[in-house]
């Protein structure tokens, strides 16, 4: 059995700080997690991802200001997203992979989603 719920999310003023966490329920510790993001109207893309011995990975547009960590022993992953941006408002996903392989945010390798955290960027 698989769960990944997300939380976190909310609506901010541009420039202000949130930190999004995704419990994860397993048997079998994942090999790669990665957090992804849907606006409206857009595709899902994938923001950040990290594998089983903390190698990280960002999409160009959030290095700097997103980073992404795991707390292995709450089983919890989790993406602190500063300076927020308008264009950052969308639908934020945590995503979970046992493939082995380069841990990356393509959305190909991720078997398991959450429901999503909603965060609202206004200027």
């Known amino acids: 059995q698989v769960q990944l719920v997300e939380s976190g999310g909310g609506s901010v003023q541009a420039g202000e700080s949130l930190r999004l966490s995704c419990a994860a329920v397993y048997t079998y510790r994942f090999v790669c997690m990665g957090w992804f993001r849907q606006a409206p109207g857009k595709e899902r893309e994938g923001v950040a991802s990290?594998?089983?011995?903390?190698?990280?990975t960002y999409a160009d547009s959030v290095k700097g200001r997103f980073t992404i960590s795991q707390d292995n022993a709450k089983s919890t992953l989790y993406l602190q997203i500063n300076s927020l941006k308008p264009e950052d408002t969308a639908m934020y996903y945590c995503?979970?992979?046992?493939?082995?392989?380069?841990?990356?945010?393509?959305?190909?390798?991720?078997?398991?989603w959450g429901q999503g955290t909603q965060v609202t960027v206004s200027s």
């Open positions: 990290v594998d089983d011995v903390g190698t990280t």
């Open positions: 995503a979970a992979s046992y493939l082995r392989g380069y841990c990356n945010t393509s959305r190909r390798r991720f078997s398991y």
